[in-house]
């Protein structure tokens, strides 16, 4: 299957207080479906810069997520109960981090396929923050 999708991507930190600070977003992108996982591209101008998102979700239950722009660039393999290493390339220079990956999950729901994403970020083995990605596919209405 290819064909174009309305996506909704919230992300959110994980705090003990609700702060009720939800990042939501909207986009249009490719998806394509093969036998053993699912593809997600999409831009998103972010301060007249585009940056190109590709989304990898696989049937076994993990997820890889890779941003390009021209001030940061970064690939996240999400493995559920795994501790994965990431680079994030700056226009700063190279900044390493930790991802510790709760669970992924790739259901469907009644507004669409929805993957969600529970992780932890470290950097120099210290927690800068428990966070939660859900992205929700949903027909495109034109």
Do not use: C
Not at 7 to 36: C, H, N, W
Not at 113 to 126: A, H, I, K, P, R
């Amino acid at each position: 299957m290819n064909q174009k999708v309305k996506i909704r991507l919230r992300t959110y930190m994980v705090t003990e207080e609700p702060s009720g600070e939800t990042d939501e977003a909207f986009y249009t992108a490719k998806y394509l479906q093969f036998k053993d996982h699912s593809l997600l591209t999409y831009e998103e101008n972010a301060e007249q810069m585009k940056i190109r998102t590709i989304l990898n979700i696989h049937n076994q239950g993990w997820a890889q997520l890779q941003r390009r722009g021209p001030e940061q660039s970064y690939s996240i393999l999400f493995r559920p109960e795994e501790t994965t290493d990431v680079t994030m390339h700056t226009m700063y220079g190279d900044l390493p981090m930790q991802v510790r990956t709760d669970s992924v999950s790739w259901t469907r729901e009644a507004e669409g396929l929805q993957l969600t994403v529970f992780y932890e970020m470290f950097s120099q083995g210290e927690s800068v923050g428990e966070h939660v990605m859900q992205l929700t596919v949903m027909e495109l209405q034109e």
